[in-house]
C-alpha cells in the first residue's frame, strides 16, 4: 500500500512538472508592447521563474522521501571461496563453496515518519510560496523597466521642446543684433543654452537607448529589438488606512508565510528529533543455499529464517541531545525571524503608503509649477521681442521650465511605479497573474 502511495505521488509530480513546461515564447515583440504583455512574457520566460520552479519539483520529494522509511527492502547477497589443506605440503585437500541468500525486511513502526512527512510537506509549501514571491518580484521589476523607458521617452521629448525653444531664442537674438538692437552678448548667451540643450538631448537619447536595452533582456527579446510601448491605464491607490495596509501585508505576504511555514517546519523537526528516542519495529525474511564441493562430491543446504525485532535506543553517546538543542535553537531563530521580518514589512509599507502621498501632492504642485512657467516664459520672450526684457531673464525662464517639465515627467511615472509598489508591499500587487502561475504547482496543506 506504501508502496502504491509512493508510486502515485511520483506520477503527480511528474505530471505538475509537465503541466508547468510553457510553450516557446516568440523571438520578436509585437510592434507595440503592452505592460500586460510584458507581464505576460515575462512570466512565460524568465530564468528565475524557472529556477524558483525547479526548487518546487525538488521539494516536492521530500514526503515522498520521508514514507520510502516505511517501504520494503529487499537485498540479496552471492560469495565464493576456494579452500585447501595439505599434510606435509604435498597432498592437498580442495574444497570449493558458494552461498547465495535473498533477504526482506519490512519496517512495522518507525515514530520518525510522520514528523518527517509533515516536515517534508511544510517545506514543499515554503518552497511554492517562495515560487509566488518570484513571479510577483519579476512583474515588479518588468513594471520598473517599463516606466523606465516611458520616463525616459518623456525626458527625450522635454528635452527636444526644450532645444527647439533655445533654437528660436537664439535666431531671435541674431535678428535684433543684426538691427542694432542687442549686443553680440545676447547671441553668445542665447549659443550657451543651445548648445546646453543639445547635449542634454543627446545624453537623455542614449539613457532611453539603455533603457529599452534592459526592458527587452528582462522580457528575453534581442537587446536591439523594436517595439513601441503604451501608456498603461492609471493604477488606483488602495483606499484603506496605512494600518489596515500594515495587516494585510502582515496576513498575505508570501515572505512573511514563508517563514511562518519554516516555524512549523522547524517544529516538526524537533518532533521527528524526539520520536527517535521511541521504539521501532521491523520484520524480517530471509532464505540461502550454501553449496559445497569436496573430493568429487557436492553437497548443498537450504536455509530460512523470519523474525520480527524492536529496536529500542538506550545510549546514542548524546547525539540525540545535541539534535535535540539544536533544534530548540532553530524554532527560536526561525521566530526571531519573522518579527524581525514583520517589522520591516511594516516600514516597507509606510514607506511605500508615504511616497504614494508625497507625489501625490508633487504632482499637482508640478502642474501648477509647469503651467506659471510656460506663462512666465511666453510673456519674457515677448517681452525681449519689444525689448522689454533682458536675455538672460528670457533664458532663466527656458531653464526654469525645462526643469519644471523634467520634474513633471520623471514623477508623473514615478507615482505609477509606486502605487505598484505599495500593492506589492501588501502581496495585492498582479494577485490574479500569481494566483494563475501558483495554481500549477499548489499542493496540499499539511495535516
Known amino acids: 500500500m506504501v508502496s502504491s502511495r509512493i ?65 520494503p527492502r529487499l537485498n540479496g ?15 592437498f585437500d580442495r574444497a570449493t563453496g558458494g552461498r547465495t541468500r535473498l533477504s526482506l525486511s519490512q519496517p512495522l513502526v518507525d515514530p520518525t515518519v510522520g514528523p518527517a512527512y509533515r516536515a517534508g510537506l511544510l517545506s514543499a509549501q515554503e518552497s511554492r ?43 531671435l537674438a ?29 545624453e537623455s537619447e542614449n539613457v532611453l537607448k539603455l533603457a529599452r536595452t534592459q526592458l527587452a533582456n528582462a522580457l528575453n527579446y534581442d537587446p536591439g529589438a523594436q517595439f513601441a510601448v503604451v501608456e498603461p491605464p492609471a493604477y488606483a491607490l488602495p483606499a484603506d ?48 543455499r550454501n553449496l559445497n564441493h569436496r573430493d568429487n562430491s557436492t553437497e548443498g543446504a537450504t536455509d530460512y529464517s523470519a523474525g520480527v525485532s524492536v529496536s529500542i535506543p538506550l545510549f546514542t553517546g548524546g547525539e540525540r541531545a545535541l539534535n535535540l538543542k539544536r533544534d530548540e535553537a532553530e524554532i527560536a531563530k526561525a521566530t526571531l525571524d519573522y518579527e524581525q521580518a514583520a517589522k520591516r514589512s511594516d516600514e516597507q ?44 531673464d528670457v533664458l532663466q525662464a527656458l531653464t526654469d521650465l525645462n526643469t519644471s517639465r523634467t520634474e513633471l515627467a520623471v514623477q508623473l511615472y514615478q507615482s505609477q511605479l509606486a502605487a505598484r509598489q505599495l500593492a506589492a508591499s501588501t502581496a495585492d500587487f498582479e494577485r490574479t497573474r500569481v494566483e494563475r502561475a501558483a495554481a500549477l504547482v499548489r499542493v496540499a496543506p499539511p495535516r
Open 7 to 71: 508510486f502515485l505521488l511520483s506520477l503527480a509530480l511528474s505530471a505538475s512538472a509537465l503541466a508547468d513546461r510553457r510553450p516557446a515564447a516568440p523571438a520578436t515583440p509585437p510592434a507595440r508592447l503592452t505592460l500586460d504583455q510584458a507581464y505576460d512574457r515575462a512570466l512565460a520566460t524568465d530564468q528565475s521563474i524557472s529556477l524558483a520552479l525547479q526548487a518546487v519539483v525538488q521539494a516536492d520529494l521530500q514526503p515522498a522521501l520521508a514514507l520510502t522509511r516505511l517501504t
Open 77 to 91: 547477497s552471492l560469495s565464493a571461496d576456494h579452500n585447501g589443506s595439505g599434510d606435509a605440503g604435498f597432498d
Open 129 to 171: 510560496l517562495d515560487y509566488r514571491a518570484t513571479v510577483r518580484e519579476t512583474a515588479l521589476g518588468v513594471a520598473g523597466a517599463y516606466f523606465e523607458v516611458l520616463r525616459q521617452q518623456a525626458l527625450v521629448a522635454v528635452n527636444q521642446e526644450s532645444l527647439r525653444l533655445a533654437e528660436e531664442q537664439k535666431k
Open 174 to 202: 541674431q535678428e535684433r543684433l543684426a538691427v542694432g538692437e542687442v549686443i553680440r552678448t545676447d547671441v553668445l548667451t542665447a549659443d550657451v543654452t543651445l548648445q546646453r540643450a543639445k547635449r542634454t538631448l543627446v
Open 241 to 288: 488606512s496605512l494600518p489596515d495596509l500594515r495587516g494585510r501585508a502582515r496576513r498575505q505576504r508570501d515572505d512573511l508565510q514563508r517563514l511562518l511555514s519554516a516555524m512549523l517546519r522547524r517544529g516538526e523537526n524537533l518532533n521527528q528529533t524526539r520520536a527517535s528516542y521511541l521504539p521501532s519495529m521491523d520484520a524480517s525474511v530471509s532464505a540461502g
Open 349 to 392: 509599507v509606510t514607506a511605500a503608503w508615504l511616497e504614494t502621498r508625497t507625489l501625490e501632492q508633487n504632482l499637482v504642485s508640478l502642474r501648477a509649477e509647469v503651467k506659471s512657467a510656460e506663462e512666465n516664459y511666453s510673456l519674457l520672450q515677448q517681452q525681449y521681442r519689444l525689448g522689454e526684457s533682458k536675455s538672460l
